[in-house]
């Protein structure tokens, strides 16, 4: 049996505080209320409604990659 893995959204930010509502461009309405996250050492914070990562440019999770 197959199962497959959700892969959340990753966005790459240049501050550690980061705010996320749930929205997308593809579904700009419908979201989660606004919560406000704090990016630790480790370089990344995960949003506890939708699961999105936010990646510190430059920090401890960024591999080079760039948004």
Same mark, same amino acid.
């Given at each position: ?5 959700? @892969? ?6 240049? @501050? ?49 990659? @760039?948004?």
């Amino acid at each position: 049996m197959q199962t497959d893995r959700f @892969t959340p959204e990753i966005s790459f930010v240049e @501050t550690p505080r980061v705010a996320c509502d749930g929205a997308s461009a593809t579904h700009p309405a419908l979201g989660h209320p606004r919560v406000y996250l704090q990016i630790d050492e480790k370089g990344y914070v995960d949003c506890g409604y939708c699961d999105k990562r936010f990646v510190l440019k430059g920090g401890a999770a960024d591999e080079g990659a @760039t948004a």
